[in-house]
């Protein structure tokens, strides 16, 4: 499997360990063990290490993924709490939401320009909720290498929210 080979160069080509695959990886430290158990419940527990947020983002998702049906003690939460926010930390507060964002979200959190964010959201429009990068694979390769440049700020929601409201 891909991960699995990356893994494997992750390893061997030690000195880039940082770089390229190190996002869909969880590095090993104190707090994976139990990151794996619980966020692995439902999904792998590597979906964890496809965002970057501040301490105060994780402790919302993790209450996010509770409310969800994840299941542990208090301990256990907290030492996820400590694993993601020391390995997984970022800027954002709250991962950007491609299904819902609207033109100034994609300009200010993607660095997009007006037009290119005017584009996405056409796009969106006629393609429909995205459920990954790949479903943005028709948009402007330019807008889509800026995407792709800050892949850890971005979720895809499933949910309707964006439906409902408006
Ligand atoms: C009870 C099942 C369940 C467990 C356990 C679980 N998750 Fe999730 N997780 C989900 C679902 C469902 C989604 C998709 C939510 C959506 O599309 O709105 C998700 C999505 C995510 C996402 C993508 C961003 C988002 O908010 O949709 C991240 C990051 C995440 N989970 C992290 C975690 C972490 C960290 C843990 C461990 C504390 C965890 N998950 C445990 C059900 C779970």
Not at 20 to 36: H, I, K, W, Y
Not at 42 to 70: F, V
């Amino acid at each position: 499997m891909k991960t699995t080979a990356a893994c494997l160069v992750t390893l061997c080509v030690s000195g880039f360990a940082r770089t390229g695959f190190a996002q869909d990886v969880l590095p090993e430290a104190s707090g994976r063990d139990t990151t794996v158990r619980i966020c692995g419940q439902c999904h792998e527990a590597q979906k964890a290490a496809s965002i970057k947020l501040t301490r105060p983002g994780w402790s919302e998702e993790i209450d996010k993924m509770k409310a969800l049906g994840a299941a542990g003690t208090d301990q256990e939460f907290q030492a996820i709490l400590e694993y993601l926010s020391a390995h997984f930390q970022g800027e954002l507060d709250r991962a950007l939401d491609m299904n819902s964002a609207d033109a100034i979200d994609l300009e200010s959190v993607l660095g997009l320009l007006r037009r290119e964010s005017a584009a996405v959201l056409q796009y969106r429009g006629t393609r429909g909720p995205f459920s990954s990068l790949a479903d943005l694979k028709g948009l402007d390769p330019v807008i889509l290498k800026k995407i792709e440049a800050k892949k850890d700020r971005i979720v895809f929601f499933a949910t309707k929210k964006a439906d409902s409201k408006k």
